[in-house]
């Protein structure tokens, strides 16, 4: 599956903005994590794309969400791999996370979320001057973005990585594609 594939799948099957926005940020650091690791960029990256495909057609089935999402990625042309990390990324079916590609989707997931809400405070709204330290601040204030699983960012230790370097990858990451986001 070419990227331009996974992204016309995605765009056919989200109508969100947002959620299509949270995908496209995955995928930027999903890549960024690769290459920092020496893993396979494209492979990584599809797997951000495409992790969270099925969240409209699944209609907030926890049960269902990314079973089917991992069927959608089977027939674009996924490999088991990446079958196996969109399928794990959702605990309520309590599949164990096997690979560092599994681990890092998990923990790239929720890092977009704690990432875009420390930029939306900005007064300017901006990716562009948001320092790792603020995020890193946000992180720690429980009340802020209260949804975001600091748990689940906090497991980037499993693929090797401190959490400050996590941090200011996954923001460096975003901030590449800040235009695309919108932020
Ligand atoms: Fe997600």
Known sequence: ??????????????????????????EAIMRALARRLGEDEEEWRLTGL?????????????NAHSRLGADIAVELGAGKAMAHAILSHNEAHGIP???????????????TGLITAAALVRPDKK??????????????????????????????????????????????????IAADLGL
Not at 8 to 26: C, F, P, R, Y
Not at 153 to 163: N, T
């Open 127 to 176: 990716l562009a001057g948001l320092e790792a330290k603020s995020v890193i601040k946000k992180f720690k204030q429980k009340g802020f973005a209260a949804a975001v699983s600091r748990e689940q960012i906090s497991q980037c230790s499993e693929i090797g990585l401190e959490f400050d370097e996590f941090i200011e990858l996954g923001l460096a990451a975003m901030q590449e």
């Open 50 to 62: 495409l992790h969270d495909i099925d969240v409209e057609l699944t209609g907030g089935d926890m």
């Open 97 to 111: 996370l096997e690979t560092k590609l599994d681990k890092a989707l998990f923990c790239a997931d929720p890092l």
């Open 1 to 26: 599956m070419t990227r331009e594939e996974a992204l016309d799948s995605v765009k056919a099957n989200v109508g969100n903005e947002n959620l299509i926005k949270h995908m496209l940020a995955t």
